[in-house]
């Protein structure tokens, strides 16, 4: 029998200890023994919960008690969550969490105090949801090399998309839908700015490369200023807009960023609608492969918790090699990647399309009825000398007195 | 550091060989010791390859050796994999195969023998190639009761069926168009009639129940009677033909089924295309989740036997709970499950509408132009009642000396 803590009854926390109580005795054979809930660490009372014998509201209870060796963290944020853990993986108890600003912020540190403490720091539910994409990392795909991940990782953006995709709706529309029916905070502003999308591809690039990742140093651009009309594009293209995580090794050389991205009906992330997150990986050996799944939501992510804490327990006294080492991952600027590139201009074809081509080379072009712009969609470029082109075209119109480019996207039709 | 030995230099055989050579410090590192390959069984030389040296004949030299503690199986087939492998098991060493023949047919003793040397029986790359589907059963998914499980297992069907679909192909040309490429084979029975999806079926029926399961209680049928006629129904519904393999537990009864299945966009399996695999399960925790990627392949399906090797290398002294016991599990008939189905019917629908409603209820109606048939599409039905209406309707058409049904394909519109 073990005894094990959670700390946060919020939705997850709180799922976690259903699935605990719930399924028990499912757990107790895949684990090897009983799992059994000591305490629940929270400010608040919880009177006419399952749980309200065991709430307590000192930490040092949970710390000091040597029965208890398996911890949950599901608080969120960093404090008080980065001391609580870091002292309890000191105590030599194995942690979870299902934190991912807490594992992008820290992992470096706690998972080396792990090793040292010979106990385990699993944080599955921190990427994915109820994906199991980081044992799937460290354990199933062990002996591969990987070159790329690629990611639609959070539930909500992704929600937005699909609404805008499928019914039309502008941006503003679809987060507040979101907002009304609970995927959305009423401050959005890690969601779609792709700070979440952030962290969580931070982790597992420093899954992928074994190295520490710092998180700001990856690029990150949100859905914010994706508008209805680059939908309609998108649907004469035959492809939609996904905010991606993305992850590459080429020659030696990482490249991270998170944007969002036109991508079309053959890519194997198309399909991924709706608060789902499917995360796509390459490898040397197994070539493509992708795991899709619920991205968030009470049960699934608790799930994940309860696969972490069953792996801590049939390893109670074993440290599993995962993660990351000190070292850290250099990530190579944004701008040295390459794609393709989707741009809305004012005006229209016939009087624009030669110097076009002159700073693109050959593009596809797409006209909407009745509309004061077209859009192009450019071959495979660098992108620094995108760049310079875009702005230097941009920078005619303006002198000419014209708009600018309305809009700039990245665009890849395959995986 | 530990001694491998490969059963059967083939395809899958050969590939290990290459990875345990070309990844090795990898695998060290992810297995915690090197793993060092000493011999390659195989009736054959290879004098050109690089494991000419390590090629031996006599089955003996790899069960006495007690230095040998892990070894591969690709062979294939149940003779002499099936005495080799048990043999192997018996003398304390770990088995890898990638069989699912020797799987489907002795798994169950086989792991009871691994537990009984307390030694681990893996069989990853049985099923769905290199997706690590077995893994992600017993693994991530470890705390979840799982009531559906429906994949595309096989890879040359699934070729077959996406040129049909894509280009018009009938079944014949496809066919021999996979036969042309290598992916299928001369003999093409074990795809084309579902028998490899249905082993497959039954190891992860037997994986989701933790009881025996023998795949000849599972009703099995093939895709040789599919016709491109059915592919141009099938994509003015918005639909497309796939061979699945499905396996459900409702009521506590079990059911499975090996059949061709058109499914429609918003199916998560619909986008599994060409040689691909894709696997959904449905569990009650993390809801629905899908693994897809490589179905076969040299490298692919040799990465899954090394990621079971660096299992069993971490795992030396343990047998890790995985598999299935004694019990044998009731498979339900086929018939007494829920589906709606698609027909093809000779004549016009103005006739035969009346009656048709009368038979199966509200259907949805679709014509090809200048066709002198039409088909069908019922709501969800009952198998016998609908199978019931389906005899009476073409025996009577029998009767008035017309053609009978040309067509009844099970259909899913969702996953």
């Given amino acids: 029998m073990m005894y094990a803590a959670i700390m946060g009854y919020g939705t997850i ?19 090897g023994q009983e799992i059994v809930l000591k305490y629940v660490l929270d400010l608040r009372e919880f009177p006419d919960s399952p749980v309200a014998d065991r709430i307590v509201h000192d930490f040092q209870q949970i710390e000091e ?11 969120g944020g960093l404090e008080p969550a980065y001391p609580f853990v870091k002292a309890c993986l000191n105590a030599g108890k194995h942690v979870v969490t299902s934190n991912k600003a807490l594992v992008a912020a820290h992992g470096t540190e706690l998972l080396q105090i792990a090793r040292d403490k010979k106990v385990n720091f699993f944080f599955e539910a ?17 002996g591969e090399g990987i070159q790329e991940i690629t990611g639609i990782l959070n539930g909500t953006t992704n929600y937005i998309l699909t609404k805008m995709d499928r019914e039309g709706a502008s941006f503003e529309d679809a987060l507040k839908e979101a907002q009304d029916l609970g995927y959305a905070e009423r401050n959005p502003e890690a969601d779609v700015e792709g700070y ?3 962290r969580k591809i931070a982790i597992l690039t420093a899954m992928m490369t074994g190295r520490e990742v710092d ?14 009309m680059d939908f309609r594009y998108a649907k004469k293209m035959g492809m939609s807009v996904k905010l991606l995580g993305i992850s590459r090794i080429r020659n030696g050389e990482v490249y991270a960023r998170v944007a969002p991205v036109m991508i079309g009906k053959e890519h194997p992330l198309y399909a991924v609608s709706g608060v789902y997150n499917g995360i796509l990986v390459k490898s040397d050996m197994l070539g493509t492969s992708m795991y899709y799944g619920s991205g968030a939501g009470k049960l699934p992510t608790a799930s994940a918790v309860v696969a972490d804490l069953i792996e801590a327990a049939q390893n109670a006294q074993t440290n ?26 004012a005006g229209n074809t016939d ?3 030669a110097r076009i081509k002159e700073a693109f080379g050959e593009v596809q072009i797409f006209v909407l009825e009745n509309m004061d712009e077209f859009a192009i969609l450019t071959k495979r470029m660098n992108e620094t000398e995108f760049m310079k082109q875009a702005i230097a075209l941009d920078s005619e119109y303006q002198k000419m007195g014209e708009e600018g480019l309305r809009q700039v996207i990245r665009a890849e039709s395959e995986g």
């Fill in 13 to 31: 926390g709180s799922g976690v200890a259903e699935i605990l109580e719930n399924c028990r005795e499912r757990i107790a054979r895949s684990a």
């Fill in 65 to 75: 008690d040597e029965q208890v060796t398996l911890v949950v963290e599901t608080m």
């Fill in 126 to 142: 921190s990427v994915g949801g109820g994906i199991p994409i980081i044992r799937t990392l460290y354990r199933c795909l062990a």
């Fill in 196 to 198: 979440d999308t952030c």
């Fill in 215 to 228: 998180y700001e140093d990856i690029y990150t651009e949100g859905i914010t200023r994706i508008t209805d």
């Fill in 320 to 345: 599993i090699p995962l993660g990351w080492g000190e070292e850290r991952q250099t990530i190579a600027a944004s701008k040295s990647g390459e794609s393709c590139y989707f741009i809305r201009i």
């Fill in 351 to 353: 009087e624009k399309a």
